[in-house]
C-alpha cells in the first residue's frame, strides 16, 4: 500500500510518462488514477476552469473531487494493498491553488492546508517533473488552441517556484526529476524510484 504521485506545472509531459509507466508496471499491477478526476466531480471541476468560475469556489471544486476521488479510489486501493499512482493530487491544489487564490485571501497556502487537514491521505512519494516555463509553454502551445487561464507564462512561473518550495520543504517525500532529459530517460529514473519504493514497503510490511 504505497501512494505515489506525479506533479509539474502543464506541459511538463506528466501524460506522455504516465502513458509509458502503465505499460512498463504493469506486473506490479498499480491503480492509475488522477486528478481532476474522471467520474462527476472530476467533470464539474472541468467544467468551473472552462467557465472561469470564481477563484476560491474553484478551489472548493477541486477539493470536493479530492474528497470522492479518496474514498471512491484512492482509500479502497491501498486497504486492498494495492500501489496506487495518481497523476496530480494534494500538491496540483498548493501549487497552483496558491497562486490562482493570491489575491484573494491573506494566506492562501495556510487556507489549502487547513482544508484538507484531517482527512487527505498524503502521498509517500512525489515525483514532480521540472521543466522550464518558456520550454512547456512551446509544448503546449503545439497541443492547445485555446488556453486555460493556468497555462499563462506568469502564472506557470508561479507556480513552478510554489512547487519548488513544496519539495524544499519536504525533500524526504519529493523527488525533482530534471524533465528536459530525453523521455526514455525520464521513465527509466521515475521507474526504478516508483519499484524501489514499493520493494521498500513490501519489504517493511513482510512479518
Ligand atoms: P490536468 O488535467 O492535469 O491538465 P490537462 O487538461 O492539460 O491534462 O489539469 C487541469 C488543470 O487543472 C491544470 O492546468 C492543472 C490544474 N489543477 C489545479 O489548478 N489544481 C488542482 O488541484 C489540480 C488537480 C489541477
Request: charged share 30%.
Amino acid at each position: 500500500m504505497v501512494l505515489i504521485t506525479l506533479e509539474g506545472i502543464d506541459g511538463s509531459g506528466k501524460t506522455t510518462l504516465v502513458t509509458q509507466l502503465q505499460h512498463r508496471l504493469a506486473d506490479i499491477e498499480p491503480v492509475f488514477t488522477r486528478e481532476p478526476t474522471t467520474a462527476w466531480t472530476g467533470r464539474a471541476v472541468r467544467r468551473g476552469i472552462a467557465e472561469e468560475v470564481d477563484p476560491i469556489a474553484e478551489a472548493l471544486l477541486f477539493a470536493a473531487d479530492h474528497a470522492a476521488h479518496l474514498a471512491t479510489v484512492v482509500r479502497p486501493a491501498l486497504a486492498e494493498g494495492r500501489t496506487v499512482l495518481s497523476d496530480r493530487y494534494s500538491d496540483s491544489r498548493y501549487a497552483y491553488q496558491s497562486v490562482v487564490l493570491d489575491r484573494h485571501m491573506p494566506e492562501p497556502l495556510a487556507w489549502l492546508r487547513t482544508l484538507h487537514d484531517g482527512w487527505t491521505i498524503p502521498p509517500d512519494q512525489t515525483f514532480l517533473l521540472v521543466l522550464p516555463v518558456d520550454q512547456a509553454m512551446r509544448r503546449l502551445g503545439g497541443n492547445h488552441g485555446r488556453r486555460e487561464h493556468f497555462e499563462q507564462t506568469e502564472v506557470l512561473e508561479r507556480v513552478q517556484a510554489a512547487y519548488m518550495a513544496l519539495a524544499e520543504a519536504e525533500p524526504w517525500r519529493f523527488v525533482l526529476v530534471d524533465a528536459t532529459k530525453e523521455k526514455r530517460e525520464i521513465r527509466e529514473f521515475v521507474e526504478s524510484g516508483i519499484r524501489e519504493t514499493v520493494a521498500r514497503s513490501r519489504a517493511r510490511r513482510r512479518p
